[in-house]
């Protein structure tokens, strides 16, 4: 009984690796939305991660989550590296490629993950713009990572929606004088010391 027991499991387990090589090994992620703001307003609160937790999705699912930041302030090279509870996890983020007003990739790294391909477009609608912001996720062979890849836009899809309706409302309340300054309370009361 139990020899039939562990046979049926062992074809049970080689039909599911079996079935995951069928499924895709790349997943693209794709959330959309409208600002009414020019690129140029719109681009700073992206191209640096100094204002990512005034609009971040993440952030209020542990607001305890720790921060760094590495390399310029923005553009290619700027980092941060974040570790929080068990819903936001641990992991870094470094952006790749920078062009003024128009796009933003970013290699985004979950715990021990491979990297993960993230970017932002933006361009023209009218007097408004259009941001896109895409997630590429890269399984190779590994059949957990296929199965996890069905439901990666379940998974990520909300919290894009979020962050992009957060950054919406940010970018369309920053003055288009100084659209990178920071507005976070510790800036205000240094600059309120510092007055």
């Known amino acids: 009984m139990l020899k039939k027991l562990l046979g049926a499991l062992a074809v049970a ?12 090994s790349q997943v693209h992620v794709e959330r959309t ?3 009414d703001r020019p690129a140029a307003a719109v681009f700073p609160l992206v191209n640096s991660f100094r204002r ?9 699912q542990d607001p305890a989550a720790t921060y760094t930041y590495s390399g310029p302030d923005a553009g290619v090279g ?8 068990s819903k936001v996890g641990k992991g870094t983020q470094v952006i790749t490629e920078s062009v003024p007003d128009s796009r ?3 290699d985004l790294v979950f715990g021990n993950m491979t990297p993960q391909k993230a970017m932002w477009l933006l361009s ?3 007097s408004s713009t259009k ?24 998974m990520v899809g909300p919290d894009y929606e979020l962050g992009l309706k957060q950054l919406k409302a940010l970018a369309e309340k920053t003055t288009a ?6 507005t976070s309370s510790a800036t205000t009361a240094a600059n309120a010391a510092t007055s």
């Not at 700027?78 to 509870?85: D, E, K, R, T, V």
């Not at 004088?177 to 920071?182: I, L, N, S, Y």
Request: hydrophobic share 50%.
């Open 78 to 85: 700027a980092a941060m590296a974040w570790s929080g509870n």
């Open 52 to 60: 990512f937790n005034e609009w971040s999705p993440w952030k209020q």
């Open 33 to 35: 939305t409208v600002i």
């Open 177 to 182: 004088e100084d659209p990178a300054q920071p």
């Open 131 to 154: 941001v896109v912001w895409t997630l590429e996720s890269d399984a190779g062979n590994s059949p957990l990572g296929r199965y996890l890849g069905l439901f990666l836009d379940r």
């Open 13 to 24: 387990v080689i039909v599911l690796i079996g079935v995951a090589f069928m499924l895709p």
């Open 104 to 106: 933003v990739g970013i």
């Open 124 to 126: 023209a609608d009218g």
